[in-house]
């Protein structure tokens, strides 16, 4: 089904019925033509002409082969479908007197959360006369938001919506630390050489004794 869709999104040879068309393909200039001088020229070549962008004018024509041209569409779909990341929205619930070991352990996943490459959606729920403590929900967030920085960053500061205070916080980018590491592990190598080296410099140095004539002495 999706290969029938792809299909019916572009015409081709004898469904192209404008007169002219801008020529393009791997061998050739880019040229506008009469629609059947360019599709006597793809007769020629033994391909097909596909109209790649009907809205241009005039439109756009591509030289090729149908079937490898669906190929690659459908090959540059997938990659483009690969690079979109899937975030996730996580929530995390408290309430506007949470205690610290209870926030502890939030603050623990939802650093989780951000590394994993995930939205946290925080929130404070008031219960009944709990909404008096609004305030105390909000600098509860604020801290939460303050302690996640080297995680996320805020995307929306906390609002009160219904009975619900809402900040949602973003996985900020990696940064390589996996090159740091390698960088390290290189200056490791270059030392330890000069370490096993070290000592016969320095008994090089520390002989003091007299030199006889005639006589040598090897490293």
Do not use: W
């Not at 926030?103 to 951000?114: D, I, P, T």
């Amino acid at each position: 089904m999706k290969k029938d869709n792809l299909k019916q999104q572009y015409r081709v040879n004898d469904q192209i019925h404008v007169h002219e068309v801008r020529v393009v393909g791997d061998d050739i200039e880019s040229t506008v033509l009469p629609t059947y001088k360019a599709l006597q020229l793809a007769e020629q070549k033994g391909v097909d002409l596909v109209e790649i962008s009907p809205n241009a004018q005039p439109p756009v024509c591509r030289l090729i082969d149908y079937s490898k041209f669906l190929y690659q569409q459908k090959k540059h779909q997938k990659e483009m479908k690969a690079k979109q990341a899937k975030i996730e929205i996580k929530e995390i619930r408290f309430g506007p007197q949470t205690d610290d070991h209870d926030y502890n352990f939030k603050l623990k996943h939802a650093q989780g959360f951000l590394q994993e490459g995930d939205k946290v959606k925080a929130y404070v729920f008031f219960k009944g006369r709990s909404i008096l403590f609004k305030e105390q929900g909000e600098v509860l967030l604020l801290r939460f938001a303050a302690d996640l920085e080297d995680y996320g960053k805020v995307e929306q500061m906390p609002q009160l919506e219904g009975k619900r205070m809402i900040m949602f916080i973003a996985p900020k980018k990696q940064t390589g630390g996996k090159k740091s590491d390698a960088a390290i592990a290189e200056v490791v190598r270059e030392e330890v050489p000069r370490e096993k080296k070290a000592p016969q410099q320095k008994a090089r140095k520390e002989y003091t004794g007299p030199k006889v004539e005639g006589e040598e002495f090897d490293d």
